[in-house]
């Protein structure tokens, strides 16, 4: 039964029983400019916090054929808020129903009232979730970095296929008219043939220059399901340094800048590159990391690849942007709001024809894309193969870097030659009784 007729049916046998009429309000049943909730795309929300509420959430709350139904967060102050927020806005429009919250995600995962899921986790909880969800036939809206092992983005890629299920790769980049803009003046030939990526992310952060002194162990707050928040990461004291926000600087958990900033500018990379569905062949480079303390990610990096194509990415800690080389012009977008520059108004104000590359995007961001593709059927701009091949080159660049040595990489077996030391760090283990084919 549809929430519609639920509805429906609901009103009918309340009213009945004290002997008035029917009267369902126009709303309800879609007939003003907005679908009713029956005829809604129904969601689940894992993980609300800054940019799971701040973004995805408010996002999705103001799509007229979306339904918030419930959410799910270890953090019960972070849950209650969102909870109000998403009640307040429902109250707006005149509906009175209030989200399910739970502090569980697989209560999430196991309600036939929903159609999809947004996951919003810290890096280390993405795949678990999403792929049991694909498993329970619900499509899948995930952030990036989209793994936090190579391994774990291969297995999510495949799920999504085997299971027929819609993924969008929250990547806004793709939707971004600069970004989009340069890629397509590379990809239609206008620099000539490219050489050099030059990609630059950001760099250190002052919370990673601290000693080991600066996270001794603490208490769990009240409300914070610590354990479910560690999940199938190693067993380790809680600090509040170790969470929320401060997650990305430790590796047990996500991949520092290289991966936070690098599922933004190298998928532009592997974009203009039309090397979107592979990968280099090859990657050396080197980094800064803290000696001591909590946070053990890159401070500092400098990375290249090489790709089959003969195509270099060089990705630097710097100012965040990227610059595309060919052996007749460059284009650039040297920040992250910059308008496309480029080494001649001959090439700036080139005119994309109509029999030429367009890429596929969606101005209205990731999240209309997506609810788009739920009801279309056709895959969003940033699938999981996508998102995982964007990763992989993140994940590609930080076991350079600790191994210190340049490796070579098969993109189409995803895995290194001639490394068993390289090719152990594909995956990690998880801590009982968590595992990929668990879920």
């Not at 801590?431 to 879920?439: E, K, N, T, Y």
Request: charged share 20%; net charge neutral.
């Amino acid at each position: 039964m549809n929430r519609r007729r639920f509805l429906r049916t609901t009103l009918a046998a309340g009213t009945a029983a004290i002997g008035l009429p029917v009267i369902i309000p126009a709303r309800a049943l879609g007939n003003d400019s907005s679908p009713s909730p029956g005829n809604r795309i129904a969601l689940g929300f894992i993980g609300l916090g800054g940019h799971g509420v701040g973004v995805n959430l408010n996002s999705f709350l103001h799509q007229p054929d979306a339904q918030v139904v419930a959410l799910c967060d270890v953090d019960a102050n972070r849950l209650k808020s969102a909870a109000e927020r998403t009640q307040q806005h429902y109250s707006r429009q005149g509906q009175s129903e209030r989200p399910v919250t739970t502090g569980d995600w697989r209560e999430i995962v196991a309600r036939d009232d929903i159609d999809a899921v947004v996951v919003s986790t810290p890096d280390h909880w993405h795949v678990l979730p999403a792929i049991a969800a694909a498993r329970a036939g619900k499509d899948v809206f995930c952030e990036k970095p989209l793994t936090l092992t190579i391994h774990e983005g291969r297995v999510l890629s495949d799920t999504m296929r085997q299971y027929g299920r819609i993924f969008q790769t929250a990547s806004e980049n793709r939707s971004k008219g600069n970004f989009l803009r340069a890629c397509e003046l590379v990809r239609n030939g206008r620099i000539g043939k490219l050489h050099t990526i030059r990609a630059e992310l950001p760099q250190g952060g002052s919370r990673q220059n601290v000693g080991p002194q600066a996270h001794p162990p603490q208490p769990v707050p009240d409300g914070f399901d610590y354990d479910m928040w560690l999940g199938q990461a190693p067993e380790a004291p809680y600090t509040r340094g170790r969470c929320h926000f401060d997650f990305r600087w430790i590796f047990d958990y996500s991949g520092g800048l290289m991966t936070d900033w690098g599922a933004h500018i190298n998928d532009v990379a592997q974009w203009g590159n039309d090397t979107e569905h592979s990968g280099p062949v090859s990657v050396e480079g080197h980094g800064v990391f803290p000696q001591d303390g909590l946070y053990n990610t890159a401070l500092t990096f400098d990375v290249l690849y090489e790709y089959a194509n003969g195509v270099k990415l060089s990705c630097k800690s710097g100012v965040p942007g990227i610059r595309f080389e060919g052996d007749e012009g460059w284009v650039h977008v040297p920040n992250w709001e910059a308008a496309v520059q480029a080494s001649s108004e001959e090439i700036l104000h080139s005119v994309i024809g109509p029999d030429e590359i367009h890429l596929r995007t969606c101005k209205d961001r990731e999240h209309r894309d997506f609810l788009n593709c739920v009801k279309s059927r056709q895959p969003t701009y940033a699938p999981a193969e996508v998102g995982h091949r964007t990763a992989t080159i993140c994940h590609l660049g930080n076991i350079a870097m600790l191994l210190g040595r340049k490796l070579r990489w098969n993109p189409d077996n995803e895995s290194f030659l001639d490394d068993d030391q390289a090719n152990a760090m594909r995956s990690r283990a998880m801590r009982a009784p968590w595992s990929l084919s668990a879920v």
